[in-house]
């Protein structure tokens, strides 16, 4: 031991340590008619989210993508993981949201899609996750407190 004197002996004694495989091999998680499942949150709104290859079609509580989510806005917002795992037009998309109000039953449904996505097939989840849409957004309405009139708003001050 005492012949060490450098980190150059250290490795020759020691020789080149395996590296392990940090990346996971992930299966696809399908049930028995070909689809995979996820939910989506975001805010009040938890939507239960259903993909399986197809046309591209998009139902949301049994209506048209564009009959439920009128602003184009919204339906930018459903089509965002489509669109950055590079697979657009190429899956369905049954779901059903409850809760909240339509921006956030867009997101729930945008999470649930993704999720949906990333397990359907792993490989886009490295996609999915570097544009941020696996992870729940956890911003929700602050709660009101007592001797204000919202969660901050004051009452209006009277000086006399």
Known sequence: MSDIKSLDDLKSVVGEAPVAEVAIAREPVRDSLGRSYATGK???AVA????KPGSGKVTVNGKPMDEYFA????????RQPFKVANVEGQFD???????GGLSGQAGAV???ISKALQLYEPAL???LKAA?????DSRVVERKKYGKAKARRSFQFSKR
Request: a positive charge; zero cysteines.
């Open 132 to 136: 941020g849409f696996l992870t729940r």
């Open 42 to 44: 975001r805010k009040d």
């Open 125 to 127: 989840r490295a996609a």
């Open 48 to 51: 239960r989210v259903w993909i």
């Open 110 to 112: 945008k999470h649930g």
């Open 93 to 99: 998309v049954m779901a059903t949201v409850a809760g």
């Open 71 to 78: 602003r184009p806005v919204l339906q930018m917002i459903l």
